[in-house]
């Protein structure tokens, strides 16, 4: 119980704090809106948000079904060839450590002005790409060396090793990069969409910068709450789904 | 009837220099011999080489057991954590072309046997120590090997679990009669278990003396407390301390 109250109530006497100081010190709304401002710009623009955090979320969970269909196959491809992993390596690093700000203008033109939720699910994919394709192949090399060795003796060929060892040998880590990736891809998708500075995906990202040109502070917050929101959604699926894919692969 | 030979085996390794050797051990079919000796004197990698699992870099390995024949049990039960007990067993069978249904029968029965006949559906983590172990023996007694090889089996678990195990794995011998080599730190263990304890020295580890322990197999009640046991226990502690002296 005090899991839940605990943070309720802090959250609860920031607000009133945050209350207090703005009415206390006549803040202008555009520098700092009012908690209740914001609250009000919420139930204002709650069918706006939502509609664009539904655009925001799927342009991420396409990313991330992209991202893990490319980071898993070439994860498996390179544990299977030596030369191949030493070759990719560092590419894959390459494209991790390459701010995505940085080649988003180039997506955006690739993409097409007329298409810019394209440009955003394919740089949200790159930002989730990496951790899902380390994962799965740091699980992939992680057998236990004497279950290896048993498949040694008994004879085994690299494809039943594979299918039968290695695979799901990796589930776990598999699993934890996914959910590292699903976090990235959030905010890959919210950076592409700023870079992209377009509103043609009409995004959550778009909804801020829309009310920030305007000065609608307070619908900035709402846009920002509307995010935060999501993404802890989408933190809290993940969670669940390694929990009970844990469970599912330990047996408890 | 000699059913592995190891003929002035040497091995290296790249990373740690000089594991083993020269070193030479003859296999009977059929019978028991426990390898002791102190930590890194390359007892697992003898036990690899007996396996197939390596290659020496000098001397000579005969094996004429075939593949599927040869077993290993690790220190470790190292059991798939994602299958059930059943499917653990029967993987040796699987892999090796046994259709799935005959293999997890014959997968059952080595559980039975083993008395984990009411765990199959149980998953390694389900399982205590103890019968992971068993698991893990019954995996490896699943193909009918020739040579059975186990690497500290018991190491890991508490004396009495330990003992019961010794126990059933010289009733299991009796049955089908592999030749077992049986890697162990502990004399007690080695003398109660084998025909014969060989004592290697430290690594790179060399044949540093035998002893042959009277006595019928397997072991008679009482055998712990017994004469005969008492003094194969004291002649090999004292040619193992020998040995570590030396080396000190």
Sequence with gaps: MTRLLAPLALIGAILALWETIVRLTATPAYLLPAPSAIAQALAANALPLTVSAGRTLVMALRALALATVFAGTLAVAVSLSRTLDQAVRPLAVALQVTPVVAVAPLFVIWAGVEHPERAITALAAIVAFFPIFSGTARGLAAADPDLERLFDLYGAGPWRRLLRLRLPSAAPFVVEGFKVASGLAIIGAVVAEFVAGSGGAQGLAWRILEAGNRLETAKMFAAIFALAVMAAAVHLACQELERRALIWWRGR | ?248
Excluded at chain 2, 5 to 26: I, Q, S
Excluded at chain 2, 71 to 90: D, E, G, H
Excluded at chain 2, 137 to 165: G, K, M, N, Y
Excluded at chain 2, 184 to 208: D, K, L, S, W
Aim: hydrophobic content about 50%.
């Design chain 2, 1 to 248: 009837m000699t059913i592995a030979t190891l003929d002035a085996v040497e091995v290296d390794y790249r990373t740690r220099g000089k594991a083993l050797g020269p070193f030479d051990l003859n296999l009977e079919a059929g019978e028991i011999v426990a390898m002791v000796g102190p930590s890194g004197c390359g007892k697992s990698t003898a036990l690899r080489l007996l396996a197939g699992l390596e290659s020496p870099s000098r001397g000579l390995v005969t094996r004429a057991a075939g593949r599927g024949e040869t077993s290993v049990v690790f220190q470790a039960p190292t059991l798939a954590p994602w299958l059930s007990a059943l499917a653990n067993v029967a993987l040796p069978l699987e892999l090796a072309g046994l259709a799935r249904k005959e293999a997890r029968a014959r997968a059952a029965a080595a559980l039975e046997r083993v008395g984990l006949g009411a765990a199959l559906k149980a998953r390694p983590a389900q399982l205590s120590g103890g019968m992971a172990m068993r698991a893990s023996l019954a995996r490896a007694l699943v193909t009918h090997p020739r040579v059975l090889l186990l690497d500290e089996p018991f190491a890991a678990l508490d004396e009495i679990t330990r003992r019961e195990l010794a126990d059933d794995l010289l009733t299991i011998w009796v049955e089908a009669r592999p030749a077992i080599v049986f890697v162990t730190h502990n004399v007690e263990e080695a003398v109660y278990m084998a025909g014969r304890v060989v004592i290697m020295t430290p690594g790179p580890g060399r044949m540093a003396g035998e002893t042959v322990v009277d006595g019928p197999q397997p072991r008679p009640a009482g055998f712990r407390t017994s004469a005969a046991f008492r003094a194969a226990v004291e002649t090999t502690s004292q040619r193992l301390a020998a040995v570590m002296d030396r080396a000190a």
